[in-house]
């Protein structure tokens, strides 16, 4: 029994009652109410939004038109959210041949000055020059054509800025002929940001306690139009010849080989670097650090080949690098070996950062007739290992890392992809790759097994959910380019490169080479483009259901049949079924039971495509079945309730006889 409460009794006393006549009809009120400041909300929402989508556009043509003409202009966005549409390409009518470019950084005043002459040939007749740029201040009255390989020479008239591709629009008063070279020279200037993007300034604590800053970068995706005027798209390569102005009291890593520095008469120092090879503006990179706090471990030399590796940082961590250079030139050994094509460059940098954007970054160089050189870029976190205190875990992380980067040199570096809706291309081998090398170094740690836990169930919960996108898109607007670096670019690449090796036995720009190339590495007995487009061009996975129909007897003849068969179906897997979806797969299918899965490998594949197959086995009725050996297809199994407590029993009795990934 509840304790009595005199506050109840008074609450009652002190009620308000009304009459049902006058209640109905005030609720009614109410309700009238309600509904009218709905629609009038609705209303007002969606005319507000159209207005909105007006305002945008006409604020849009406004700016993208603006005529540049002053002396110093500065190109700094100030239009609203950029609208869901594809980003436009630099037309090609001009071919990007050399890039000279001399920087002098300033980290005191944490700014920049560019000097650029950037070299094209003419391909097609035009008057227009359209580079990228980001957030640079040019210099008009330096805006020429100073060198043409004949006669022709277009005056620079005007440029505007298209805020939404990031273009700079030159216009110059007589058209580039056809089959000629010409070089334009541009100064500019720009502020050094703390924002991880482009050039920028990292911070440091010296040996002393001091807080200190060098110059550090990061290009990729789109931040090289940040530190010049350029073709800012991945298939759009040149060659870089760098000069860098600076401080005596600095040193400057870049993607070529110092070949001469020279005192100026103001003290500082011009460092002249060997050009690069052929390469994509992401992959460059530059360093300019105190020579107090940063140095290098000592080369090791690939004699086979010829080829260097070291790696380099602040001075009080190279001993907590040296695992790190270990595994560089253990992996670099191993993949010259692997591909059987050695690497391009004779002597590769690897260089730890307090912070960095990303786990590492894989930037390359290299010359036709000089010394060059290739810089990767890590964060310290992602390259330090103390023997005596570290963890394997933490060991296992330099391995793969460190891995990853220097596959690159082959997978993105030495072929790029076109653009970047096909970015997977580059980052699925990586990720692949970097499983193979680090089974090299150190079997123990069963990387491969790992993959499948790591790997493979990481991006299926996210490729599970209808909000999904396929690894390769059409299209891309800039904020699609950044979101394409994600579990289903790295991790959903990786596995479909590792499903490809089960039926392949193994240069390109896009995947429809890659899938030509490999077509006809099977002297045309599988189209790779046909299989390959559903596990591209749309998100999501299969689950693939298993049953079994048991041998019976029958009871006409008293025979046993001789086979059981497998009926085997698929369908998109998905978090909510109710969400209707009609997709199609082709799909590898292995199976192996107890006494099979040495010969599991060497087995054909079947592949399935309609959504009913029907198999013959000569598995014996109290024997399992598991599909997808190695899980090296990205699907997931239902097998019928009796097949599956079969697994269970053998789980339970002897687990050996299944492997650890399945």
């Given at each position: 029994?509840?304790?009595?409460?005199?506050?109840?009794?008074?609450?009652?006393?002190?009620?308000?009652?009304?009459?049902?006549?006058?209640?109905?009809?005030?609720?009614?009120?109410?309700?009238?109410?309600?509904?009218?400041?709905?629609?009038?909300?609705?209303?007002?929402?969606?005319?507000?939004?159209?207005?909105?989508?007006?305002?945008?556009?006409?604020?849009?043509?406004?700016?993208?038109?603006?005529?540049?003409?002053?002396?110093?202009?500065?190109?700094?966005?100030?239009?609203?959210?950029?609208?869901?549409?594809?980003?436009?390409?630099?037309?090609?009518?001009?071919?990007?041949?050399?890039?000279?470019?001399?920087?002098?950084?300033?980290?005191?005043?944490?700014?920049?000055?560019?000097?650029?002459?950037?070299?094209?040939?003419?391909?097609?007749?035009?008057?227009?020059?359209?580079?990228?740029?980001?957030?640079?201040?040019?210099?008009?009255?330096?805006?020429?054509?100073?060198?043409?390989?004949?006669?022709?020479?277009?005056?620079?008239?005007?440029?505007?800025?298209?805020?939404?591709?990031?273009?700079?629009?030159?216009?110059?008063?007589?058209?580039?002929?056809?089959?000629?070279?010409?070089?334009?020279?541009?100064?500019?200037?720009?502020?050094?940001?703390?924002?991880?993007?482009?050039l920028y300034l990292s911070d440091y604590v010296d040996v002393n306690g001091t807080s200190r800053t060098f110059l550090t970068s990061q290009m990729e995706p789109t931040y090289a139009q940040s530190a010049l005027p350029c073709i800012d798209e991945p298939v759009r390569k040149a060659i870089f010849r760098i000069i860098v102005?600076?401080?005596?009291?600095?040193?400057?890593?870049?993607?070529?080989?110092?070949?001469?520095?020279?005192?100026?008469?103001?003290?500082?120092?011009?460092?002249?670097?060997?050009?690069?090879?052929?390469?994509?503006?992401?992959?460059?990179?530059?360093?300019?650090?105190?020579?107090?706090?940063?140095?290098?471990?000592?080369?090791?030399?690939?004699?086979?080949?010829?080829?260097?590796?070291?790696?380099?940082?602040?001075?009080?961590?190279?001993?907590?690098?040296?695992?790190?250079?270990?595994?560089?030139?253990?992996?670099?050994?191993?993949?010259?070996?692997?591909?059987?094509?050695?690497?391009?460059?004779?002597?590769?940098?690897?260089?730890?950062?307090?912070?960095?954007?990303?786990?590492?970054?894989?930037?390359?160089?290299?010359?036709?007739?000089?010394?060059?050189?290739?810089?990767?870029?890590?964060?310290?976190?992602?390259?330090?290992?103390?023997?005596?205190?570290?963890?394997?875990?933490?060991?296992?992380?330099?391995?793969?890392?460190?891995?990853?980067?220097?596959?690159?040199?082959?997978?993105?570096?030495?072929?790029?992809?076109?653009?970047?809706?096909?970015?997977?291309?580059?980052?699925?081998?990586?990720?692949?790759?970097?499983?193979?090398?680090?089974?090299?170094?150190?079997?123990?740690?069963?990387?491969?097994?790992?993959?499948?836990?790591?790997?493979?169930?990481?991006?299926?919960?996210?490729?599970?959910?209808?909000?999904?996108?396929?690894?390769?898109?059409?299209?891309?607007?800039?904020?699609?380019?950044?979101?394409?670096?994600?579990?289903?670019?790295?991790?959903?690449?990786?596995?479909?490169?590792?499903?490809?090796?089960?039926?392949?036995?193994?240069?390109?720009?896009?995947?429809?080479?890659?899938?030509?190339?490999?077509?006809?590495?099977?002297?045309?007995?599988?189209?790779?483009?046909?299989?390959?487009?559903?596990?591209?061009?749309?998100?999501?996975?299969?689950?693939?259901?298993?049953?079994?129909?048991?041998?019976?007897?029958?009871?006409?003849?008293?025979?046993?049949?001789?086979?059981?068969?497998?009926?085997?179906?698929?369908?998109?897997?998905?978090?909510?079924?109710?969400?209707?979806?009609?997709?199609?797969?082709?799909?590898?299918?292995?199976?192996?039971?107890?006494?099979?899965?040495?010969?599991?490998?060497?087995n054909p594949v079947i592949w399935l495509n309609t959504t009913s197959t029907h198999l013959s086995i000569t598995t014996s009725d109290s024997d399992w079945i598991i599909a997808n050996p190695n899980y090296y297809g990205i699907y997931r199994v239902k097998y019928d309730s009796q097949n599956f407590h079969q697994i269970l029993?053998?789980?339970?009795?002897?687990?050996?006889?299944?492997?650890?990934?399945?």
């Amino acid at each position: 029994m509840q304790p009595f409460d005199q506050n109840e009794t008074i609450v009652k006393l002190n009620t308000c009652h009304m009459p049902k006549k006058l209640f109905w009809i005030a609720l009614s009120l109410i309700i009238t109410v309600f509904i009218v400041l709905t629609t009038l909300t609705i209303y007002f929402g969606i005319h507000s939004q159209t207005q909105t989508i007006v305002q945008y556009e006409s604020f849009s043509i406004s700016t993208t038109t603006r005529d540049y003409n002053e002396t110093t202009i500065s190109t700094e966005s100030t239009t609203l959210p950029a609208p869901s549409r594809p980003v436009e390409r630099i037309p090609t009518d001009l071919k990007p041949e050399l890039y000279q470019w001399t920087i002098k950084p300033d980290l005191v005043a944490e700014t920049f000055i560019g000097d650029l002459y950037y070299t094209f040939t003419c391909l097609e007749s035009t008057n227009k020059l359209i580079l990228h740029m980001l957030d640079l201040n040019t210099d008009n009255s330096t805006i020429a054509i100073v060198n043409s390989s004949s006669s022709s020479m277009p005056t620079f008239h005007s440029w505007f800025y298209d805020d939404y591709n990031q273009f700079m629009l030159m216009n110059f008063t007589s058209n580039f002929q056809p089959k000629t070279i010409y070089t334009v020279h541009i100064i500019y200037s720009a502020t050094i940001d703390r924002d991880l993007e482009g050039l920028y300034l990292s911070d440091y604590v010296d040996v002393n306690g001091t807080s200190r800053t060098f110059l550090t970068s990061q290009m990729e995706p789109t931040y090289a139009q940040s530190a010049l005027p350029c073709i800012d798209e991945p298939v759009r390569k040149a060659i870089f010849r760098i000069i860098v102005k600076h401080d005596p009291s600095y040193a400057v890593w870049t993607n070529g080989e110092l070949e001469q520095s020279k005192t100026l008469i103001d003290g500082r120092i011009n460092s002249y670097f060997a050009p690069t090879l052929s390469m994509s503006t992401f992959l460059l990179a530059l360093i300019v650090a105190p020579k107090s706090d940063f140095a290098c471990r000592h080369d090791r030399l690939l004699s086979s080949k010829n080829i260097k590796s070291r790696v380099c940082g602040r001075i009080q961590i190279l001993p907590q690098l040296v695992y790190a250079d270990e595994v560089a030139f253990k992996t670099l050994n191993f993949f010259n070996q692997y591909f059987d094509i050695d690497n391009a460059l004779p002597k590769i940098e690897h260089f730890a950062v307090p912070d960095f954007g990303g786990g590492a970054m894989e930037n390359y160089g290299k010359a036709y007739y000089f010394l060059f050189v290739g810089l990767l870029i890590y964060a310290e976190v992602g390259s330090l290992f103390d023997e005596n205190t570290g963890s394997t875990s933490q060991q296992q992380y330099v391995t793969i890392i460190v891995a990853h980067e220097i596959v690159h040199q082959w997978f993105g570096n030495l072929v790029s992809p076109a653009w970047w809706d096909e970015l997977w291309l580059k980052e699925g081998f990586a990720n692949y790759m970097e499983t193979v090398a680090s089974d090299f170094i150190e079997p123990s740690w069963k990387q491969d097994e790992l993959f499948v836990i790591e790997k493979i169930f990481s991006f299926m919960q996210a490729d599970s959910m209808p909000t999904s996108r396929p690894i390769s898109i059409d299209s891309t607007n800039p904020d699609d380019i950044f979101l394409m670096f994600d579990r289903i670019t790295y991790d959903k690449g990786a596995a479909i490169i590792r499903m490809m090796n089960m039926f392949f036995s193994y240069n390109s720009a896009t995947q429809q080479d890659l899938w030509r190339y490999l077509t006809e590495a099977t002297n045309n007995t599988i189209d790779v483009e046909r299989i390959m487009a559903g596990w591209t061009r749309q998100a999501g996975y299969p689950v693939v259901e298993v049953n079994r129909i048991f041998k019976r007897i029958d009871e006409n003849i008293q025979q046993k049949r001789v086979n059981s068969v497998l009926i085997i179906t698929h369908q998109p897997f998905n978090l909510f079924p109710s969400t209707a979806q009609q997709k199609i797969w082709w799909i590898p299918f292995k199976y192996f039971d107890r006494t099979s899965f040495e010969l599991s490998n060497e087995n054909p594949v079947i592949w399935l495509n309609t959504t009913s197959t029907h198999l013959s086995i000569t598995t014996s009725d109290s024997d399992w079945i598991i599909a997808n050996p190695n899980y090296y297809g990205i699907y997931r199994v239902k097998y019928d309730s009796q097949n599956f407590h079969q697994i269970l029993t053998q789980l339970q009795t002897d687990l050996t006889r299944i492997p650890p990934i399945n």
